[in-house]
């Protein structure tokens, strides 16, 4: 009764999403997708985007808050749950390697297993670790790690966490505000690829397109969001 239930409820998904398509499994690369979209949010709001590892392990993307960093995070993660399953993705065309996906996005502390909220995250990198110890075939993705800590131990631990993932050949994507962590592209010799979503700042507005660009992101706008809310007053 369960395998009906489940089936028949994937079949609705298809059913009802008419203009999505079937991922095509593959073992020459690892993630390639054309307009690729968040299945859950509504066909007028979705901002789709284009993303291929090519030749990298990594992708380390940088933004603004709320410039879509998390989201394009979650818009992989559920495209390439939804693949293994058997059914279509939110995209035009999507390529992938049928792997294990682990994230680590909403780690959270606990006061009944006396728990620290960078003690949780750190059990769940050594989970991570663990896992491509064992020889498997895994695909990451790690929304700010190592936020329980401070800025420059955050960076440094950042860097030798990457760089480990690397010898472990791992792949995955990292979203970060760290941007120093962009020397690494160059470090690693394209392992790693650097991208990004920025922010324009027209008329003292914000203005988000949420469009996946190459590079570091040179904007930000923490502190002109909490001028505006009154958090702060600057002369």
Known sequence: MHEIDALN????????HPDFVMPVPCTDMVLKASHLGH???????RVCNDYDLKDSIFSLITGANMSGKSTFLRAVGLNL???????????RSMYFKPM?????????DSLMKNESYFFAELKRLQYVISQLKYGKDVFIIL???LKGTNSKDKTYGSMELIKHLLSLNAYGM???HDLELGVLEEQTKGKIVNR?????NTG??????????????QNHNATFLMKRMGIIVTE
Do not use: W
């Not at 299945?39 to 709001?45: E, Q």
């Not at 990004?196 to 324009?200: P, S």
């Open 9 to 16: 409820s994937m079949g609705g998904y298809s059913f009802n």
């Open 39 to 45: 299945p859950l949010l509504d066909r007028k709001d």
């Open 81 to 91: 749950v939804v693949a293994r399953c058997g059914m279509p993705v939110c995209a």
């Open 100 to 108: 294990s996906l682990i994230t680590n996005m909403r780690t959270s």
């Open 143 to 145: 929304d700010e790690i």
């Open 174 to 176: 990292i979203a970060t």
């Open 196 to 200: 990004c979503f920025e922010v324009e």
């Open 204 to 217: 003292n507005e914000l203005h988000f397109d949420y469009l996946l660009q190459a590079g570091i992101t």
